[in-house]
């Protein structure tokens, strides 16, 4: 939390997501808008499904609204609002961050997936080479998948809907042939990651478990809070190491703050 | 301006406008929602007239938003939006704030003219018996007629539309018979109201010619930014008292408070 003035001179951001009480986003990007000397504030939306295309339409009118961050479930249908997106959006088919267009709409780009990468680098984790198991093919999978495959890594994808996982690969193979295949539920790897937003409400079940990962295994969550998921509860009780959700998000603010042209 | 800290629990509230960058709400209720110990902020957004539509849908779907201030040009069409209206709007036709209803949409009321009222006699000015010379027949100038009369003042309206003027007057006659009238421009009055928008914009005319109004007039603005409009101004250099924007503001605080439920 850092304190924010507001003022009708103020110029606004929204992260748009459905729940919306756990994002970070405000915490992490205001303290930027104050260290850059910006008069600029970050404020949560949220927004059902059915509701998200009334409240983009309507944000896109907001004259003083300059941009946008997406988290879940909105991202992929962010990518279908968005009248451009950069090349990493489109592999994934989903974004994170709209930014207006100098004529008009907006430009989708997507950070989940390269501020993973480096967060887990950050780390002393290096993907390149490391087979990974990516729990959810949605928005943030997506771009997970698209980021660790560029990195080198050798993943394999399941979702809890079959359909979303193949549709991914039989998107994103041809571009990384050899090294991404879907399946019908955990298997072994190096990495075992989360990118599906089971977790994010009290008792929802694990999008895996833990206990049947062989020693060694690190288990990444990108829920930002509660810091330590059930999943990575569940995996430190394994005795396995964890990867949380904090380092992608503060990666993505250098990233963010390039896009949108801060400071 | 006031330190306000937004997470992703805080609750929105919006002040609608077009020019938005004058408003000063935000600086006049962020620090009352600190105070109450509240999890809550007012935004400033901007919006045309053609775009008022799509930003009011937009901002019904924004589910942690909890309430709409409106400012010029927007409460007249507000109160078209408003799905229930208190009294005093249906009479002012227009809206300078909108809470949720129960059951979906929203409910309109105008705390414009019982703020103005209160803040002339805050400082010491009665509006009973009074004539008064109200220039603006729009959103702020229906509210203010509406109040005044309620007070007991006499009315004498005009507006750069005659028409407006017109359709105001035989709006709210009957229910004050005998105290309002419209007229082609300034006449003699106890007390002359600016409630139009001009002043809001650098170069604007002045609504009415300070320097033609007789001695002991009372000059009234209810335009907050500058405190010193070109009209006070000019009244002032007429040797003519003046009474600002501020105090209504500062009445409707407490208006707002009550309307939305804070603390």
Redesign the interface.
């Known amino acids: 939390?850092?304190?924010?003035?507001?003022?009708?001179?103020?110029r606004?951001y929204a992260?748009l997501g459905?729940p919306?009480?756990?994002?970070?986003a405000?915490?992490l990007l205001?303290p930027l808008f104050a260290q850059l000397g910006l008069d600029a504030?970050?404020?949560?939306?949220?927004?059902?499904p059915a509701?998200?295309g009334?409240?983009?339409?309507?944000?896109?009118?907001?004259?003083?609204?300059d941009g946008l961050l997406v988290t879940v479930p909105h991202k992929m249908a962010c990518r279908a609002l968005a009248d451009r997106v950069t090349e990493a959006a489109a592999l994934s088919g989903s974004v994170n961050a709209m930014r207006r267009l100098p004529g008009g709409g907006w430009e989708g780009a997507n950070f989940d997936g390269e501020g993973f990468v480096r967060g887990l680098r950050t780390a002393g984790h290096e993907p390149r080479g490391a087979t990974v198991c990516l729990a959810g093919a949605g928005g943030a999978g997506s771009a997970m998948a698209v980021a660790l495959l560029r990195a080198g890594a050798h993943v394999t994808v399941w979702d809890a809907d079959p359909d979303r996982a193949a549709s991914l690969v039989s998107r994103l193979a041809p571009h990384f042939p050899g090294r991404l295949a879907a399946a019908p539920g955990h298997v072994d790897a190096d990495l075992a990651v989360n990118a599906t937003p089971m977790g994010l409400r009290p008792g929802d079940p694990l999008p895996f478990d833990p206990a049947a990962l062989r020693p060694g295994t690190l288990v990444a969550d990108i829920i930002m809070?509660p810091r330590y998921t059930a999943l990575l509860r569940a995996a430190r009780e394994a005795g396995l190491p964890v990867h949380h959700g904090e380092p992608m998000l503060a990666e993505q603010i250098a990233l963010y703050r390039e896009f949108f042209g801060l400071g």
């Open positions: 939390m850092v304190a924010v003035n507001i003022r009708g001179t103020t606004l992260v459905d919306v009480a756990q994002v970070r405000p915490a205001n504030v970050l404020v949560p939306v949220e927004a059902t509701g998200l009334d409240a983009v339409r309507g944000l896109t009118a907001v004259r003083n609204l809070s």
